[in-house]
């Protein structure tokens, strides 16, 4: 690694650190009706939404409500996106001429944006039109990563209300969201993008010619409006097959650098919003730190695995799948913030990571996701671990468990367990289904554990709801269409149903006063065993399966020196 590199990476972290009380204030002010600079630009558009779906801002709802108001809605979603890529043919800005989208990769495509995991098993240029990219893919992107934002708020509502089962409106934060948060933001760095060299155009394809005398088709399109909003939203999906590492998405060092920035901007300024909303800010930072720690220390095992020589390569660092343009730090440091943000935009193939170095990837997804996390979803899959690391924590001293004044019953823990089950229930059932079945082994490029790893890495990236892939993989069969798309669902629904009910069961609580036995949840001490419980959790469900994949690549690598 170069001076230059440390530098980049050490820049990273202190903006991280600086944007997140500043953006963190923005969104408090958003969320509890205070003026901020926004309102005065899209409020009229706020007021206008409501009229026209017919919704009482000032009404709110229990949970139960709210969770029918948001199932309904991405119902649609999935129902609305699956019908457009059916008719995409028939349907205008389609300059390219390409055909309706196969019945199964149009259902995949549904639930992966609806549920914020944006995988995609086929080439977008070749796939898909600019209407359905415009109207289908980056409007989910913006209301999926809406809805995660607005649980994660009825979540603060729950924890910081007492004796109520009034947690809010679904449609006002939804509203709220998109319009004075994701807008914006993404309005402004689209313009950033385009000035990179981004492309945004409705023009036709354009056939080249190359500097060794042949054609090449550059595909168009309106992309820097869906890139903006796919890292800012912590989306993923590309506009081209290539992702990041394609030089009309990401053209130059300074845009692959707000890339990166972009992905971990929201998630971490949410953990401030949450601790001005809980009424201390000291919460929201040591959940703060607590993520900056896990994200440090994998990128540390990833860059050391990377750089490490080898014989079998020649002592050099491996430069194949690697983004050559910006180097090895850029594509490994690519890598950990997009898995550790359910992102899943790439710049370099993590097929081609060293062993351990892909294993961290794998490990950020694994883990729920929560180190920053999507937008919303990481701050939520975290409380799910505050609440089984506070009663732990109650039973090693004797007392009932409490969060933030409200006492952690049967119940919370239970709907904490549940939602963290039921993501590991779908990895490891769907990895094994597709591990010994025909069907699954059929378009795997690769055998032995690389192979397996491929096959975990794609169930492991549906149900983080992230979408990156491992490569080598083709998933654009009606097996891994079908099944990849109910892992997704579970990935999503089976932690937000959870998280809504315990936001309703704690709303219904009192808040006990503070004394000299509450255990507290600020300082270092807690940070820690939140630290060991996320690891210990994470290690006793996966630790199997990684040895079969990375773990043992990595040791049989070894015996090639």
């Known amino acids: 690694m170069t001076t230059l590199d440390y530098f980049q990476i050490f820049l990273f972290i202190v903006l991280v650190i600086a944007l997140t009380p500043v953006l963190g204030t923005y969104m408090y002010k958003v969320f509890t009706g205070e003026k901020h600079i926004m309102h005065p630009v899209f409020g009229w558009l706020?007021?206008?939404?409501?009229?026209?779906?017919?919704?009482?801002?000032?009404?709110?709802?229990?949970?139960?409500?709210?969770?029918?108001?948001?199932?309904?809605?991405?119902?649609?979603?999935?129902?609305f996106l699956f019908l457009i890529q059916m008719i995409q043919a028939q349907l205008p800005l389609n300059p390219a001429n390409l055909p309706n989208v196969s019945w199964h990769s149009a259902?995949?495509?549904?639930?992966?944006?609806?549920?914020?995991?944006?995988?995609?098993?086929?080439?977008?240029?070749?796939?898909?039109?600019?209407?359905?990219q415009m109207i289908g893919l980056t409007v989910q992107n913006f209301v999926s990563a809406a809805t995660g934002i607005a649980v994660i708020v009825v979540l603060v509502r729950g924890l910081s209300r007492k004796t109520t089962d009034k947690l809010g409106n679904f449609w006002v934060d939804l509203t709220r969201a998109t319009l004075y948060i994701l807008l914006p933001l993404s309005i402004l760095f689209a313009v950033v993008l385009v000035g990179q060299g981004v492309v945004q155009n409705f023009n036709s394809y354009e056939t080249v010619q190359t500097l060794q005398g042949g054609q090449q088709v550059l595909p168009m399109g309106p992309a820097a409006s869906q890139i903006a909003i796919k890292q800012i939203g912590t989306n993923g999906g590309g506009f081209f097959n290539a992702n990041s590492a394609h030089p009309f998405e990401n053209p130059t060092p300074f845009s692959n650098f707000l890339e990166m920035l972009a992905i971990f901007l929201i998630s971490g300024g949410l953990t401030y919003t949450y601790g001005k909303m809980v009424g201390s800010t000291r919460q929201g930072w040591t959940i703060f730190m607590v993520m900056m720690f896990l994200f440090v220390a994998?990128?540390?095992?990833?860059?050391?695995?990377?750089?490490?020589?080898?014989?079998?390569?020649?002592?050099?660092?491996a430069m194949e799948g690697k983004e050559t343009r910006f180097g090895i730090t850029n594509s490994v440091l690519f890598s950990v913030v997009t898995t550790d943000a359910s992102c899943g935009a790439v710049n370099a193939m993590h097929d081609s990571l060293s062993p351990l170095s892909g294993m961290v990837p794998m490990i950020n997804m694994l883990l729920g996701e929560v180190i920053f996390g999507g937008v919303g979803a990481g701050l939520y899959g975290m409380v799910v671990f505050i609440i089984l690391t506070v009663f732990i924590a109650g039973l090693m001293v004797g007392r009932t468990p409490e969060y933030l004044g409200k006492k952690i019953g049967a119940f919370e823990v239970q709907m904490a367990i549940i939602a963290n089950l039921s993501t590991s229930f779908a990895i490891l059932l769907f990895t094994a289904w597709a591990?010994?079945?025909?069907?699954?082994?059929?378009?795997?490029?690769?055998?032995?554990?690389?192979?397996?790893?491929?096959?975990?890495?794609?169930?492991?990236?549906?149900?983080?709801?992230?979408?990156?892939?491992?490569?080598?993989?083709?998933?654009?069969?009606?097996?891994?269409?079908?099944?990849?798309?109910?892992?997704?669902?579970i990935g999503r629904f089976g932690v937000i149903i959870p998280m809504l009910a315990i936001a309703g069961s704690l709303a219904?609580?009192?808040?006990?006063?503070?004394?000299?036995?509450?255990?507290?949840?600020?300082?270092?001490?807690?940070?820690?065993?939140?630290?060991?419980?996320?690891?210990?959790?994470?290690?006793?469900?996966?630790?199997?399966?990684?040895?079969?994949?990375?773990?043992?690549?990595?040791?049989?690598?070894?015996?090639?020196i």
Do not use: C
Not at 465 to 479: D, I, P, R, V
């Open 46 to 79: 706020e007021k206008l939404s409501y009229k026209i779906i017919k919704v009482n801002p000032s009404e709110e709802s229990n949970w139960k409500s709210y969770t029918f108001g948001l199932l309904l809605f991405n119902l649609v979603g999935i129902v």
């Open 107 to 132: 259902l995949n495509t549904a639930i992966s944006f609806v549920t914020n995991t944006n995988w995609q098993g086929y080439a977008g240029e070749t796939t898909l039109s600019y209407f359905v």
């Open 298 to 317: 994998g990128l540390g095992i990833s860059l050391y695995s990377e750089y490490a020589t080898n014989p079998v390569f020649g002592n050099m660092a």
């Open 435 to 489: 591990s010994v079945s025909s069907y699954g082994l059929s378009s795997l490029n690769n055998s032995g554990p690389h192979g397996f790893s491929e096959i975990f890495y794609a169930f492991t990236s549906a149900a983080g709801n992230n979408g990156s892939a491992f490569a080598g993989l083709n998933a654009n069969t009606m097996f891994y269409n079908l099944s990849l798309g109910l892992v997704m669902l």
């Open 508 to 560: 219904g609580k009192n808040i006990t006063p503070t004394s000299a036995g509450t255990f507290r949840t600020d300082n270092w001490l807690f940070a820690v065993l939140l630290i060991a419980v996320i690891l210990i959790v994470g290690g006793l469900t996966y630790f199997p399966a990684l040895s079969l994949g990375p773990i043992v690549e990595h040791l049989l690598l070894n015996l090639k």
